[in-house]
């Protein structure tokens, strides 16, 4: 049996993947402690591990009005705003993180550490040498972040360019985003890393899940830009999905007969608070289309919805492993569980999303060929229209998302993850690569 801390912001689309990781490492007896947010106490209870909390600087609800918690954030905009949030919400909280990490080792040791990559305690804990704190293994609930000289800096959207004129757009935004958006947090991070190791951080810290034992990605190299220079402890496990309850299904059910096409359309369980986004403008577009448009409100009341045309149906919660075989488009605002499900079921895929770590997921939508990419947060109805259009009526979106289910398919999630960890506890050095369906892509596959 082994000890096992699993740690993680208190942000649901965090916390959300790494329960089923919990719940596997308990059913298959091992020590699980999971260190988050208070208001996923419960939930992390549920599945056997034991809740261990964050000290009130490292705790929030990320439920809330962000410009509300930091008044200062209100008038910025872009990388402005962008720099804001990675100082305050992820990299300050660092120092708590890491205390909170080194006390749970204390009180009992840990075997190895599974921690999102925004957890900078994790980042700061890698300051002592191997040997002399647990491994610790980043888990990739969002697109890979790490710099590489074949990939544009995250959170730009950008596609990969080839050849020696990507290599010099990739290294020259890497330069200008150092200086303009990371750079405070850099200097926050350097500042509290001397502090506690008495040295300079000998990385950027966004890139610290380079430096990590292994990283375990929740998705398969199909849908992952190709990197020449990823480090040996890149693995690929597979989509891992939500411990949530399964929801019941709802009295129109039976509608969804395959008598017309379904189009699922969600704005996910935390950017829902303005269904104008997305949802409102979609039920518009797609109103006299000979469409199903099924709605998942992700928790939130039915009454905040739009009014809803004759074609819609609606739920807060749906169970995804009964509606997505019978859905023949998702339409989503870039939630990247959410469109591994997708995926993981052959359903080709519409986004439209700004924010967060969207534009990379939904880039990497694009890229790969399984659907289409709006470049809005609020798109109008008719780009809507003409995407949907597209992907019901060109058979290769459908062909290449149920080529990706076929990869993923080939994947054991937790299992494969499990095995990364358990090397890394056997001996010294990074795990051995998993099996050959995990390697790196050479390209991506784009209609």
């Known amino acids: 049996m082994s000890s096992v801390l699993i740690a993680a912001v208190p942000i649901h689309g965090h916390v959300m993947p790494l329960l089923p990781v919990a719940r596997h490492f308990v059913r298959r007896g091992d020590r699980v402690r999971f260190l988050t947010g208070s208001r996923f106490a419960g939930v992390v209870a549920a599945t056997g591990a034991e809740y261990l909390a964050l000290p009130a600087e490292a705790d929030f609800d990320d439920r809330q009005d962000w410009n509300e918690t930091y008044p200062e954030r ?3 905009k872009g990388t402005g705003a962008v720099a804001h949030d990675i100082e305050h919400i992820f990299v300050r ?6 205390r909170s990490l080194r006390a749970a080792h204390a009180a009992e040791p840990a075997d190895a ?6 957890f900078i305690g994790g980042a700061f804990l890698l300051g002592h040498p ?6 610790v293994v980043m888990c990739g609930i969002c697109p890979l972040p790490m710099a590489s000289r074949d990939a544009a800096p995250f959170g730009m959207g950008l596609t990969p360019l080839r050849g020696p004129a990507g290599r010099l757009r990739n290294a020259t935004l890497t330069l200008l985003t150092g200086r303009m958006v990371f750079a405070a947090p850099q200097r926050i991070a350097d500042q509290i890393f001397r502090r506690l190791h008495g040295r300079p951080i000998p990385f950027a810290v966004l890139d610290w899940p380079r430096h990590a034992d292994a990283i375990g990605q929740f998705t398969v190299p199909q849908f992952e830009y190709p990197r020449s220079d990823a480090p040996a402890g890149l693995h690929f496990v ?11 299904l709802p009295p129109w059910w039976p509608e969804l007969d395959g008598s017309r096409p379904v189009v699922h359309l969600t704005q996910g369980t935390l950017a829902n608070r303005d269904f104008g986004q997305l949802v409102g403008p979609a039920l518009d577009a797609l109103a006299d289309e000979d469409v199903l448009i099924v709605v998942a409100t992700g928790g939130r009341p039915l009454t905040t919805l739009p009014p809803l045309p004759a074609n819609a149906r609606a739920a807060e919660y749906l169970p995804y492993d009964e509606l997505l075989p019978k859905t023949d488009v998702y339409v989503t605002n870039g939630g990247y569980g959410g469109v591994q499900q997708a995926l993981r079921h052959g ?8 924010h967060e770590d969207k534009p990379e997921v939904i880039a990497r939508i694009a890229w790969s060929g399984v659907g289409r990419r709006i470049r809005s947060a609020n798109p109008r109805p008719a780009a809507v229209r003409r995407h949907v259009r597209a992907v019901l009526n060109d058979d290769r979106y459908r062909q290449a998302a149920r080529r990706m289910a076929q990869h993923m398919a080939a994947t054991r999630g937790p299992d494969d ?3 990364i960890v358990d090397a890394l506890i056997r001996g010294p050095g990074v795990a051995p690569s998993p099996p050959a369906t995990t390697r790196s892509p050479t390209s991506g596959n784009s209609p």
């Open 74 to 76: 209100a008038g910025r």
């Open 93 to 98: 909280p660092g120092l708590a993180q890491y």
């Open 238 to 248: 597979g989509p891992i999905w939500s411990a949530a309850a399964p929801a019941p």
């Open 130 to 135: 191997a040997g002399t704190r647990p491994p």
């Open 417 to 419: 993850l499990a095995e």
């Open 347 to 354: 359903v080709p895929i519409v986004a439209a999303g700004r």
């Open 113 to 118: 550490v599974l921690t999102d990559p925004a």
